[in-house]
């Protein structure tokens, strides 16, 4: 995979002239197999799909007034039938209107979607004035063993999942050969997966929250302790100062006996 990505950025340097109209997005990337009849899907460099499609029954090769199916790197140069229904009729890459469904008798016209490509080297230059595709056929019962005039013919549910995950620039290589052995791309994580995910993370924030504000709670009752103590000193205080005041203002000794008038006169001589 990294060899064919290094071929396709020393094809853009060596003859940039074929490119300057084409943006090449290597990031996804289809392998079709003349051999096999089959095109596979790539992102990342890693197995998306595999669909059953047909190639030329007249060859290989990019000659002009000959139906074949050009080799070589290409790439995706425009997308046609963004929301037309499957099985939508497309003349002059235009929608007329007609559907039909596959295996219609009688009707070979080109259906449900369009990928031009382009020409990214010298083998296939002509690929994109010879209106080279990959589109949808009525005729699915050939699918599986060249049956067309030049183009890649797909199933009708097949362009249309194909169609969907595919931008302008994604390189697309047609090989004599069979399909290369590629791993599985890794599968996404499931809407479940990522859900659980996040209550997990919400859970641990919500503990980390519980623990913070339980230490602060006893932060408080300590701090609350220790202000009852010194509310507590501080009354004490107040009250020994109330009780000393209180001695002074009332004494607790007796003071000495009031003799009465008469007594006193009489033991008072000097007066």
């Not at 899907?41 to 000659?63: E, H, R, V, W």
């Not at 002009?64 to 995706?76: E, I």
């Not at 701090?223 to 020994?240: H, N, T, V």
Request: hydrophobic content about 40%.
């Amino acid at each position: 995979m990294r060899r064919s990505l290094v071929l396709i950025l020393s094809l853009i340097s060596v003859a940039p002239g074929l490119f300057a109209t084409q943006v090449v997005d290597p990031s996804t990337r289809l392998v079709i197999s003349v051999s096999d009849q089959k095109l596979m899907l790539l992102q990342n460099g890693g197995k998306i799909a595999t669909y059953p499609i047909s190639t030329s029954m007249f060859g290989l090769g990019d000659y002009w007034g000959r139906m074949t199916t050009p080799l070589g790197y290409l790439a995706v140069a425009q997308k046609i039938g963004d929301h037309a229904p499957i099985g939508a009729v497309f003349h002059n890459r235009r929608f007329t209107g007609e559907i039909l469904a596959p295996d219609a008798p009688g009707r070979d016209p080109v259906i449900t979607r369009i990928i031009w490509l382009r020409g990214l080297e010298a083998q296939n230059a002509h690929a994109f004035s010879r209106c080279i595709y990959i589109h949808g056929t009525p005729q699915e019962k050939n699918i599986g063993r060249p049956a067309s005039y030049g183009c890649i013919r797909m199933k009708s549910s097949d362009i249309a999942a194909l169609y969907n995950q595919l931008t302008l620039g994604s390189i697309v290589q047609i090989v004599p050969d069979h399909l290369p052995k590629v791993p599985k791309a890794t599968p996404l994580p499931s809407n479940n997966t990522l859900v659980a995910a996040v209550e997990k993370t919400n859970s641990q924030n919500q503990l980390g929250s519980s623990s913070t504000s339980t230490s602060l709670t006893i932060e408080q009752m300590r701090m609350g302790g220790a202000l009852a103590a010194e509310r507590r000193k501080s009354q004490a205080r107040g009250e020994q100062t109330n009780t000393t005041r209180e001695s002074i203002a009332h004494p607790t000794d007796k003071a000495p006996p009031v003799l009465n008038k008469g007594a006193v006169t009489a033991l008072s001589p000097r007066a």
